[in-house]
C-alpha cells in the first residue's frame, strides 16, 4: 500500500517546519511548498521572502523532504489585496490574515496540491480537524495549546477544505514545537515568529497605506460636537485606538485631581470625513452591547440555531457569552450578555460552541451600551 502524500505549505518559519517533520514520522509521502504571495516591493527592507525560502528549503534538506516554489501574487493581489484597500477606503479595518487563509492558503495553495497528485494539504496553524461521526462532518477545533490557538483566522473554511487538511500542530503546545526544532537542530530554530500583515511586515503601516490609498484631512470631534484636532485620513485609524491620534496634549475633560484620560478613537463618520474621539477607555461611545454581520461563512454548511452561543470579535480575546440571531445564512446579529470593547466594522465576529469553532462573518455594525 503506497504512503497518503501530504503536500504542507512550508513558510520558512518553526511551525511549518516542524509541522512537516511530524508528518513524515507519522509515515506520510511528504512534499513542502513554499507560497509567494507578494512582490511588489520584494526588494526592500521589510519583505523576507528571499530569506524565508532560504530558510525553507534549508529545513527540507535537513528533515529530508522535497520543496518547490509557487508564486501566488497575481491571486493574492486579486482576491486579497484588492479586498483589503477596498475596505480600507470605505473606513473599515479588514484582517487580510482570514481571507488569505480562504482563498489563498486553503484555495489557490489546495488547488495546486491536488493538482501535484496529493491527498491531503497540511499547514502549521494551530488548530484540530476531525470527523464528528454522529453527522459524518468536519470541524475546525481550538488547538490544544489555546494561548496559539489560531481557529479565528480559519473561520471561513468550508467541507470540501477541512476534509482533505492536516494540522500537526493541533495537539501540542508551541514550547514543545521549539524544542523539537532545537532537538533536530533546524536552521530556522530560534527564528522569531512573524507578526503584523503578511505583506506589510514590519514596515511602518501609514506610509505604506499611503501609496495605495487615496485620503483626506478632516475634523476630530469630540461627543459634544468640540473639534479637538484634525485626522490625517480616516484610513489611518482604528476604533479603540490610542497611540498615534496626535492630541494628548489636549486636555478637554479634566479628573478632579486634574489629570485627565487618554483619547481613543470611538468612531468614523465616512459620509462627513469625521473622527470622533472620546476621554476614557471605559466611554461608553466605546462599549456595544450588540453587532450586526455579514458575508457569514459556516463551517457545517448551515448557520447554527438562533439561541446562546460563544463568540471572539478580535483575535487572542477570550471567548464571551452572547445570544446568535441568524438571519439566513449569510447574516447573524450578536447580542452580548457583557457589553464589548471596541467593536471593530470590517473585523471578523467569529462564533464558538465550546472548542468547535462554528463559522463567523463580517462585522458591519454595532449599537452602543449607552
Not at 459634544?224 to 492630541?247: A, M, P, W
Not at 472620546?278 to 453587532?291: E, F, I, N, R
Not at 448557520?303 to 441568524?326: L, N
Request: hydrophobic share 40%; glycine share 8%; aromatic share 10%.
Amino acid at each position: 500500500m503506497s504512503k497518503k502524500k501530504v503536500v504542507i505549505g512550508m513558510s520558512g518559519g518553526v511551525d511549518s517546519s516542524v509541522a512537516a517533520w511530524m508528518l513524515k514520522e507519522q509515515g506520510y509521502e511528504v512534499i513542502g511548498l513554499f507560497m509567494k504571495n507578494w512582490e511588489d516591493d520584494d526588494d526592500s527592507e521589510y519583505c523576507s521572502t528571499r530569506q524565508d525560502w532560504i530558510d525553507a528549503a534549508s529545513v527540507a534538506d535537513v528533515i529530508g523532504v522535497d520543496i518547490e516554489a509557487v508564486n501566488f501574487s497575481a491571486e493574492y493581489k486579486d482576491r486579497v489585496f484588492a479586498e483589503f484597500l477596498r475596505e480600507y477606503q470605505a473606513g473599515r479595518t479588514p484582517n487580510p490574515d482570514v481571507l488569505c487563509n480562504a482563498e489563498i492558503k486553503f484555495k489557490a495553495f489546495l488547488d495546486h496540491a491536488m493538482h501535484l497528485g496529493a491527498d491531503l494539504i497540511a499547514t502549521g496553524h494551530y488548530a484540530r480537524v476531525r470527523q464528528n461521526m454522529a453527522h459524518g462532518r468536519f470541524e475546525l477545533l481550538k488547538a490544544f495549546d489555546h494561548t496559539k490557538d489560531q481557529s479565528y483566522f480559519l473561520h471561513r473554511l468550508n467541507q470540501a477544505q477541512l476534509c482533505k487538511t492536516l494540522f500537526p500542530l493541533g495537539e501540542i503546545p508551541k514550547t514543545q514545537v521549539r524544542q523539537i526544532a532545537e532537538k533536530l537542530q533546524l536552521p530556522n530554530a530560534a527564528k522569531k515568529d512573524s507578526t503584523g500583515i503578511c505583506f506589510i511586515g514590519e514596515r511602518p503601516f501609514r506610509e505604506f497605506l499611503n501609496r495605495y490609498l487615496s485620503y483626506k484631512p478632516g475634523p476630530m470631534k469630540t461627543p459634544d460636537g468640540k473639534v479637538v484636532g484634525e485626522h490625517v485620513g480616516l484610513s489611518f485609524y482604528t476604533l479603540g485606538q490610542r497611540k498615534g491620534i496626535g492630541i494628548g496634549g489636549v486636555k478637554t475633560y479634566q479628573n478632579a485631581d486634574g489629570s485627565s484620560d487618554a483619547w481613543y478613537v470611538a468612531r468614523k463618520d465616512v459620509a462627513n470625513n469625521t473622527l470622533w474621539v472620546v476621554q476614557g477607555h471605559d466611554h461608553p461611545w466605546l462599549l456595544s452591547s450588540t453587532l450586526q454581520a455579514a458575508q457569514a461563512s459556516w463551517i457545517a454548511g448551515v448557520a447554527p440555531a438562533a439561541g446562546r452561543i460563544a463568540a471572539k470579535t478580535r483575535y487572542r480575546q477570550a471567548d464571551v457569552a452572547c445570544d446568535v440571531a441568524p438571519a439566513g445564512d449569510l447574516e447573524f446579529a450578536l447580542d452580548f450578555v457583557d457589553a464589548q470593547w471596541a467593536v471593530t466594522p470590517g473585523q471578523s465576529a467569529v462564533l464558538y460552541d465550546g472548542d468547535v469553532c462554528l463559522g463567523g462573518g463580517i462585522i458591519g455594525s454595532s449599537s452602543f451600551a449607552a
